[in-house]
């Protein structure tokens, strides 16, 4: 069968040599993996798709195609002209979203959380070459929500657990710490610390930091504290986020320092007790609780930021919300040097001195694991990363990219999306004199005033006994369900599963059940870890309970 090829803006879309076997040829070379999304941008008549889907029911059932189009007139002529059949096939799915997040939103609505464990680019037709560059970032960030989805199961599984232990001892800080929202720097410029290996190099070309009338605040994440206080640095509010113990390290030598500091409400609830300052609290939802909206409707919960994953960003995020000027980067690299992996004075950086023998050289030996690579630095030098630390520079610049009082430094870090200023243009930033500038202790709090964090988020103002009184709460709806899982209460379905999504923080972390996925009561397994996570939870709440009476 011969005819005319289908040209498009001087490409070929089509041959005109029986297009349709040649679709179905490229359907059969496919080798097929289960649990796939089959990404084929273009498919205009919808040649090979039925050989496909066909193939995809044997093979891989549990794999899904993904058709896009760009082109307005060419969707169009697909939806005419591809088989009712496909379209109604649950395995297809047919758009025009050409945007990143409304594409996945749709695969998650299509075909649920991580149903998914890859994707593979698949091309029937010569369309893709009308807008090559498109679709290959389309295919390249659609892989890459699917990876942070596996990736936030993952640590879902592995420390939901200790997130809500985290939390409901951090409780009793809310009666003490007021809301971040009640911190304001006002319009005064911001420098972000980060502890990269290029903090070195501009903390010591920047000596004004040791006067403590500067107009610039400094915001550190705490991994930095040690490298500050070795050089005389007092930072006016510092980041806790790790939920960990091995973050006791960034505060080895700090104990008793006094200065300000902001505490998530899943971070080690010891990392509050170890700085002498001011805490503030804010709140990361690690996932969709129902615990959340109680917390918030008895006014427990401080004020939230969005998940970023690292302190570094949430640092960034916090330091957008606290003041209307410029926000400056040190140290947030991203990557590492043969040589360190964090600047001096760190924990990483003192146990490398610790450790070092004859036999005990201090390279940074993470320059030379399995998942290292080397990437091109802003200052176009060679450095290492690891696809953890691409992920979270990658979020950087979806997050911060687009907005221009964002700054970064030049050094050994990679390019974060923002505009790079060299060390000396950083300094007549930060300290140029602001108008009307007052002191820096006396500018730093104000317990009134919530601009410009967001004024509709009132203050915490929370007595102890209001405190008590959820958490009574959350004890009673335990031993409710713990009576009617044990059967020393008679069986009630409905009131059962509302008392199972009620405690949903008891099984959010099951490794089946992670990313939303409702509870099934017919799941004896289920039900069995449900009642053995009940016991723990309630003798911890009610030790928080005694804490606060």
Same mark, same amino acid.
């Given at each position: ?5 289908? @040209? ?7 041959? #005109? ?30 040649? #090979? ?10 093979? /891989?059932?549990?794999? /899904? ?8 007139? &060419? ?40 149903? *998914? ?72 410029? @911001? ?85 002498? #300052?001011?805490?503030?609290? *804010? ?32 640092? @960034? ?78 979020? *950087? ?20 999306? @923002? ?9 007549? +930033?930060?300290?140029?004199? &602001? ?6 202790? +006396? +500018? ?25 009184? *959820? ?43 992670? #990313? ?34």
């Amino acid at each position: 069968m011969e005819g005319r090829p289908f @040209v498009r803006n001087g490409k070929t879309l089509l041959s #005109g040599i029986d297009p349709e076997r040649r679709c179905q040829r490229t359907a059969d070379a496919v080798t097929l993996k289960d649990r796939t999304l089959y990404f084929c941008p273009s498919p205009l008549y919808g040649y #090979g798709l039925s050989r496909f889907l066909t193939r995809l029911e044997t093979e /891989a059932p549990g794999s /899904a195609i993904l058709c896009i189009e760009a082109d307005s007139e &060419l969707f169009e002529l697909a939806k005419k002209n591809i088989n009712s059949s496909i379209i109604d096939n649950k395995r297809f799915q047919l758009t025009d979203a050409c945007d990143n997040e409304k594409l996945y939103t749709l695969v998650r609505n299509t075909w649920g959380a991580r149903a *998914f464990r890859r994707l593979e680019m698949l091309r029937f037709t010569g369309g893709w070459q009308l807008f090559p560059q498109w679709y290959d970032s389309l295919c390249e960030s659609l892989n890459r929500e699917i990876t942070t989805d596996w990736s936030n199961a993952l640590t879902m599984t592995k420390l939901g657990r200790l997130y809500i232990r985290n939390l409901f001892r951090n409780l009793t800080l809310v009666p003490q710490f007021p809301s971040i929202c009640n911190l304001t720097f006002g319009s005064s410029p @911001v420098l972000v610390i980060g502890a990269g290996p290029s903090l070195d190099f501009f903390l010591d070309a920047l000596p004004e930091l040791n006067d403590k009338n500067h107009s610039f605040k400094i915001i550190c994440v705490d991994t930095c504290l040690g490298a500050l206080k070795d050089r005389k640095i007092v930072p006016d509010l510092t980041v806790i986020l790790e939920s960990q113990h091995w973050n006791l390290g960034d505060f080895i030598g700090c104990h008793g320092w006094e200065i300000l500091k902001a505490i998530d409400l899943s971070s080690l609830p010891v990392s509050a007790k170890i700085l002498s #300052g001011e805490g503030f609290l *804010f709140f990361t939802p690690w996932t969709s609780l129902r615990i959340f909206e109680r917390l918030k409707k008895a006014q427990l919960l401080p004020f939230s930021l969005p998940p970023l994953g690292s302190v570094g960003l949430a640092a @960034v995020e916090l330091a957008r919300r606290l003041t209307s000027g410029k926000i400056i980067c040190a140290g947030l690299d991203f990557s590492f040097t043969h040589d360190l992996n964090h600047a001096r004075s760190t924990p990483g950086h003192r146990r490398k001195l610790n450790t070092q023998t004859r036999f005990q050289r201090l390279l940074n030996y993470a320059a030379f694991d399995i998942h290292s690579f080397p990437v091109i630095s802003k200052s176009d030098s060679s450095v290492c990363s690891n696809p953890a630390m691409i992920n979270y520079r990658e979020l *950087f610049e979806k997050e911060f990219g687009g907005d221009p009082h964002i700054f970064d430094i030049e050094g050994s870090g990679l390019p974060l999306g @923002v505009k790079t200023l060299s060390i000396e243009e950083a300094i007549k +930033e930060l300290t140029t004199e &602001l108008h009307g500038v007052t002191q820096r202790k +006396e +500018e730093v709090y104000s317990k009134t005033t919530s601009a410009p964090c967001e004024p509709k988020v009132r203050r915490l103002c929370v007595s102890n006994s209001e405190l008590i009184s *959820f958490l009574e709460g959350e004890i009673t709806r335990l031993e409710d369900l713990r009576s009617i899982l044990t059967g020393e209460i008679a069986m009630d379905e409905q009131r059962l599963m509302v008392l199972i999504n009620e405690c949903d923080y008891l099984w959010a972390h099951f490794p089946d059940y992670t #990313g939303g996925r409702t509870a099934d009561l017919q799941d004896i397994s289920f039900l069995k870890r449900i009642s053995a996570e009940i016991d723990p939870m309630l003798k911890l709440i009610r030790q928080m309970e005694a804490q606060n009476q």
